[in-house]
């Protein structure tokens, strides 16, 4: 069996492609498509200060991916992205770090 934690970012790529999620709201209330390398990028522009190779920001992708419906909002995007990293803070304490940049 597989883990968890061995997810790739072609994973995520393949749990987007069948969401019915194809937008997310803006905070200016414009509508934007969901692109996964947004998501991923954004969590890397918050690890500027942490040592990356005790996290992986593909496990932390892919779990955001699944959270996705259609009409999401971003700050509901960071929130998820947030929770999903306070709940990894039991694999590396970096990953509470990285969730309370959000």
Same mark, same amino acid.
């Given at each position: 069996? +597989?883990? =968890?934690?061995?997810?790739? =970012? @072609?994973?995520? +790529?393949?749990? !987007? #492609?069948?969401?019915?999620?194809? =937008?997310?709201? &803006?905070?200016?209330?414009? &509508? #934007?498509?969901?692109?996964?390398?947004?998501? !991923?990028?954004?969590? @890397?522009?918050?690890? =500027?200060?942490?040592?990356? !190779?005790?996290?992986?920001?593909?496990?932390?992708?892919?779990?955001?991916? #699944?959270?996705?419906? @259609?009409?999401?909002?971003? #700050? /509901?995007?960071?929130?998820?992205?947030? /929770?999903?990293?306070?709940?990894?803070?039991?694999?590396?304490?970096?990953?509470?770090?990285?969730?309370?940049?959000?």
């Amino acid at each position: 069996m +597989e883990s =968890f934690y061995s997810r790739t =970012f @072609e994973d995520a +790529e393949k749990i !987007k #492609q069948h969401s019915k999620a194809k =937008f997310c709201t &803006k905070r200016d209330g414009s &509508k #934007q498509s969901i692109e996964i390398n947004s998501i !991923k990028e954004r969590l @890397e522009a918050l690890c =500027f200060e942490l040592e990356t !190779k005790y996290l992986n920001l593909n496990v932390i992708t892919y779990r955001v991916v #699944q959270g996705l419906y @259609e009409g999401i909002t971003t #700050q /509901e995007i960071d929130n998820l992205a947030a /929770e999903t990293c306070a709940y990894m803070n039991i694999i590396h304490p970096h990953y509470s770090i990285l969730g309370i940049q959000f």
